[in-house]
């Protein structure tokens, strides 16, 4: 059987030797309902010419019946992944008749049964290239074509795809709808959604366009879906992109649709946009929370511009439509909506993710170097979106705002449903900047590593900024001192142009001195140690919320690399967290503490400042105000921190049972429930029966899969055996259940009751890698990891296998690095 990879050298000698024409992909769904169907039949007609005897059709699925080319039937040659064509001519029309597999994975046609009312809902997820598990097809992005979906449902079925209806047919108790033609794209971006969805309606016009909009999930979450706020974001967001982007929105309509088991936070199919249904909040949520869904909406809907309507050739450039989507989320946030705070939440939350990625031994430049398929898959990382979108960032700051759009203009115009590279968008923005952007881009695109930025002094009154490795930075130095009210506040703000590793700038002496000011350019930065002293004692009196995510940040980083120790950061997040107001920024420190005190610390004083912890938390969560989003990100971290000391677990129980008093006006909603009743799991302190009683008060999808989690937390030997025996054995947990399993065995401060699996899970990778879709074994490599107090097991496997597939290495190597981090943390900090 041939490999289900596909390398950039043979897609692009297909590419130089194919153009599509057009496809009609014909799929029959009926049979969807019945849980012992399988698969469904696919037909897929496409036209293209050919300047060469033979090329291949890709398709991943349970077998091909039939394949006729040009009018005459042809014997079928199918290896498992490719149908291989020969005897073509300039002008080809092929159908391939096959059976498609339903998915449980997430990748493909996802089939989902909702246990609130038993019913079925279907959706496709192909990026990057699982478009071929559904029809058969030329899985590249650079083959574009006009698509015509032919789908057969039952009839009472909401059926979607990236166009509207032309004609829908009823045939007994099943329907089949056409859809009209799309504009070419891409196969990774068409889609198909169909079950009975519940439909909310909307639209929004600007001068002679009108775009229908729409809002859909599954019908038990309808009493849930705030379709109107959600219609709100997608208004403003529209309004932006029609005074920014000069090139109206192409698609026609504009569905937006949530759905279960999602592998991703959303997906740009034009004209039909799927995203995790975890954004349609079944109890409180924070403002955070909301701030987040804010951005993936309008993350997604740049897509619409920039992927979707210009596409890269190949997955080297997967940067020119994610790292602009990245960028444009927080800025039409910023400006466009509510959040006037978004770009808080990407210099600490978003950047951190890639300062992360991009200190790793496996980083890539933002322009990567992508061989094929696998390595595409693992690139969809903090390189590619926060990085690139940081670097963009720095961009607009070198060329301008307006050369910048206007740049994004012209490469619309000109590139409308074609392919691009890099080059071609430099060409643009180096015109309308009237900047050769050559060296920028080698700087910053084509290279690895963050920089790091220190203040010196450099005597007589005056300062030097240091950074290593030295790259060309636009960036505001920014100097804070106490006003009348004791705040800090910003009383002089400079912007540097830095070139080489020193660069002596004029500093006048204040009590706060912070590097990178309004965040403009992408870099690690070290306080000096009178502005660290300052913020240790006045941290929350530095009033711009964008300047303190910039500390958290610079103080994270510290900690992370070893030159903070962990018990001084975690002293200044139980000491400003219970006062800071940015939701963005609580939700970060409430996230890092635990993660400090787990990795950071070695064991001998993890237990004392969980104990802390835990107690600080619980203070917090009955002194915030009652029923706010603060207060419930507080309840959160009790229940996080629960699950390694249990000082609290009668409390925990009393205000599950009702018996005991819980916070004022605390929502006890089904997740946060969950929760705890995993926290009393995880340290011993609930039973099946206790988990079974919640699960009947929450038999949804969601508290199965939460009630699958509390089941496998339990401390007990046996438990985390069958566990383990689950993941490597049972071929049908879907994705989110496979997920769910890995937390409940790694839960807890059990580490005593996981390290025997420690051989078992290097022996197994070889064959996870094999056998299981690339989805599945990475979330089993990446979740099963063993974070033991050796590097000696991983360096072991890591040698013994140099010829494992490039994407296990990597995953591999990631995972030893912060191991390795996490090590010289504890170290350090011992």
């Known amino acids: 059987m041939a490999s289900a990879n596909l390398t950039r050298a043979e897609t692009a000698e297909r590419s130089r030797a194919v153009t599509v024409r057009s496809y009609r992909v014909e799929l029959d769904l009926r049979g969807a309902p019945d849980a012992g169907s399988a698969c ?145 794209i891409s196969t990774y971006i068409t889609a198909i959604v169909a079950g009975p969805y519940h439909h909310a309606e909307s639209s929004w016009s600007r001068n002679e366009l009108a775009v229908p909009l729409a809002v859909l999930c599954r019908a038990s979450l309808a009493r849930y879906l705030d379709a109107d706020t959600i219609f709100e974001v997608t208004r403003q967001g529209m309004d932006f992109y ?31 946009v799927t995203f995790t249904e975890a954004y349609v909040f079944r109890g409180a949520a924070t403002a955070a929370q909301y701030q987040a869904r804010a951005n993936t909406i309008l993350h997604e809907m740049a897509h619409m511009w920039f992927g979707d309507l210009v596409t890269m050739k190949w997955w080297d450039d997967l940067w020119l439509k994610e790292s602009f989507a990245d960028y444009m989320g927080s800025l039409v946030s910023a400006e466009a909506t509510e959040w006037t705070d978004a770009w808080v939440a990407f ?64 490469y619309f115009r000109r590139h409308a449903f074609g392919n691009t590279t890099l080059a071609d968008l430099l060409t643009e923005l180096s015109a309308t900047s009237g900047r050769d952007l050559s060296g920028w881009a080698r700087a910053w695109l084509q290279t690895t590593g963050v920089s790091t930025l220190m203040l010196e002094d450099a005597g007589e009154g005056r300062s030097a900024i240091v950074q290593t490795p030295a790259r060309p930075h636009r960036l505001a130095v920014g100097h804070y001192d106490f006003d009348e009210a004791g705040d800090l506040v910003c009383r002089q703000r400079v912007e540097v142009d830095l070139e080489a590793e020193r660069t002596p700038i004029e500093s006048a002496a204040a009590p706060l001195i912070l590097l990178n000011d309004a965040d403009l350019t992408y870099a690690k930065v070290r306080l000096d140690p009178r502005s660290l002293e300052t913020v240790e004692h006045s941290l929350d009196r530095v009033v711009d919320p964008l300047a303190r995510g910039l500390i958290w940040s610079a103080l994270w980083n510290a900690t992370r690399d070893s030159e903070l120790t962990a018990a001084r950061y975690l002293s200044m997040v139980r000491g400003f967290a219970v006062a800071e107001p940015n ?152 994705n989110e259940h496979l997920d769910a399993t890995i937390a409940g065995f790694r839960a807890g401060a059990h580490r005593d009751l996981i390290a025997p699996y420690d051989d078992d899970y290097f022996v197994a990778l070889r064959a996870v890698w094999s056998e299981r879709s690339i989805e599945i074994a990475r979330r089993i490599v990446v979740g099963l990891f063993p974070a033991g107090n050796t590097l000696g097991p991983c360096d072991r496997w890591l040698d013994a296998h140099a010829d494992a597939p490039a994407a296990l290495r990597r995953l591999v190597i990631e995972q030893r690095d912060h191991l390795a981090r996490d090590l010289r943390a504890r170290g350090f900090n011992g």
């Open 347 to 410: 210099a600490n939350r978003r950047k951190a993710w890639a300062y992360l990625q991009d200190q790793l031994p496996t980083t890539h430049p933002i322009v990567a170097d992508i061989v094929d398929l696998e390595a595409a898959k693992l690139n969809f990382d903090g390189i590619t979106y926060a990085k690139g979108a940081g670097v963009l960032k720095q961009l607009v700051a070198y060329v301008g705002r307006d050369a910048f759009f206007e740049g994004a203009r012209r």
């Open 40 to 184: 469904f039949a696919t037909t897929t007609t496409v036209e293209f010419t050919a300047a060469a005897d033979a090329t291949w059709l890709d398709f991943l699925g349970a077998g091909v019946e039939s394949v006729v080319l040009n009018g005459e039937p042809v014997p079928v040659r199918y290896d498992g992944a490719r149908i291989a064509l020969s005897g073509l001519r300039e002008h080809n029309v092929v159908t391939v008749v096959a059976a498609a597999e339903y998915s449980r994975s997430g990748e493909g046609l996802h089939r989902y049964v909702d246990p609130a009312d038993g019913q079925t809902y279907l959706y496709t997820q192909y990026e990057p290239a699982d478009a071929r598990r559904v029809f058969a097809c030329f899985e590249q992005p650079d083959l574009k074509a006009p698509f015509t979906f032919v789908v057969s449902a039952p009839a009472k079925w909401q059926v979607l795809s990236n166009q509207h209806v032309a004609e829908r047919e009823s045939i007994g108790d099943a329907q089949k709808v056409v859809f009209a033609p799309t504009l070419p």
């Open 242 to 272: 029609a005074d920014h982007f000069g090139y109206p929105y192409p698609f026609g309509k504009y569905d937006q649709v949530f759905v279960p088991e999602y592998n991703l936070g959303a997906m740009e199919n034009p004209g039909c």
């Open 583 to 734: 939701p963005a920024l609580l939700a970060a420190l409430l996230a890092n503490a635990p993660y400090a005190i787990e990795h950071f610390l070695p064991a001998a004083s993890r237990s004392r400042q969980r104990r802390v912890w835990l107690e600080a938390a619980w203070t917090a969560v009955f002194a915030a105000t009652p029923g706010s989003g603060e207060q419930l990100a507080w309840a959160r971290a009790v229940a996080a921190a629960a699950t390694v000391d249990d000082a609290h677990a009668a409390d925990l129980r009393a205000i599950l049972d009702g018996t005991g008093p819980a916070p004022v006006g605390l929502p006890l909603d089904p997740d946060l429930r969950w929760q705890m009743w995993t926290a009393l799991a995880a340290t011993g302190h609930a039973e099946p029966a206790d988990l079974d009683g919640e699960l009947a008060r929450d038999d949804t999808g969601s508290g199965r899969t939460a009630h699958l989690r509390a089941l496998a937390a339990r401390p007990l030997a046996a438990v985390k055996a069958q566990a383990w025996s689950a993941v490597f054995s049972d071929t049908a947990l879907s």
